[in-house]
């Protein structure tokens, strides 16, 4: 039954008010209701389905774990490609070293010159680890070394004269036709390592003119106070690069040093007894008394620090080389220690001990070269370290 004489709350007066409202009133309320959007709608109005319902906490857990899992198996399988693709770079350089081995020239031939009453004998002056440019202060080394300019200098000329002495000692029981010179590299420092830009005295061009002139002096000596014939094996280190990274197959590219050979070999092209040899090939073969001798600056070596030294991995490496062609000795430079593994010789360093040795933990060893005597009967019989420093440094 409709209320009478009530009043809406709209003011006016309705014979069916019902609640307090007009019959107009609740018209007008239908009406928003019916336009009014759903709990479950969007903005626009059209509904949507109920929220998710969340997830049980063990649930979670679990799901965390699996996610866990997955990206220790992702870190994983990463540093098992990145592993990959340090030893594919490994495997490539390696083929492109035995590839030169294979495309090798045939070896230079040293025969004897007189006749079997007689015995003969080859010196082998070995010159590599120069590093003329790179300063050594005493204070960084606890006064055990000390490296300019001029104690470069000074220490190549004496590598020269004390070589050319012991070479004639020898002559006065031995006849010595041949010398070789067999310079393996490494005579500048250049731009290698980043400290090396602050402490070098000379940029890698003048440092290469440096050696260059230490060079012809030394060769100018020996041709001047002997008549022996000098076969000069001529191969590039790894410090006179122009290359970020060392390219095997085609190092004398960016190397300062072939340059600096290149201009040796024109300087000298009109003396007959002198014969340069330098090759594309990371190895030189020659032929001494029927026995092979190879030569390289011996970078591709590398020492892990272990108990053994330069030993084990000096082993492993020739194994490998001999089996693309055997050779009795192997001579080479780089490690700045003086060595002998009886298949192979390891050439001192004219820079000595420095602060990187220092630092590192590396025994003290004075700067010194090497001298080889190879007999026509026996093969080789002696090695004489040569000094190049006249004040004691320990």
Known sequence: MANTGHKCACGSVDKCVRRGRCRSCWYKLGQVAAAAPSPNANFTGIAIPPSVPEVPPVDSV???LRVRRLKAQVSELSGKYTQSVARIDQLESNLGMFTHLQEHSAPFVIEPQVGGGTNEACPILVASDWHVEQRVKAEETNDLNEFTLDIAAARGNRFFTAGLRLIRLLNQDVAINT????????????????????KNQLP????????QNLLVSGIQFLLDNSAYQLKIVCKMGNHGRTSEKSRIGIENGHSYEYLMYLYLKAHFRTEARVEFIIEDSFHTYMDIYGETYRFNHGHTIRSQGGVGGLFAPAYKRIMKWDEARPATRTIFGHHHQYLDGGNFHCNGSLIGFDERAAGEGYGFEPPQQTLLLVDRKRGQTAKWPIFVEDRKLR
């Open 179 to 198: 010398v070789v010179l067999a310079l393996l590299g490494d005579f500048i420092t250049g731009q290698l390592h980043r400290d090396s830009i602050e």
């Open 62 to 64: 679990e799901a965390d």
């Open 204 to 211: 890698p061009t003048e440092a290469t003119v440096f050696a």
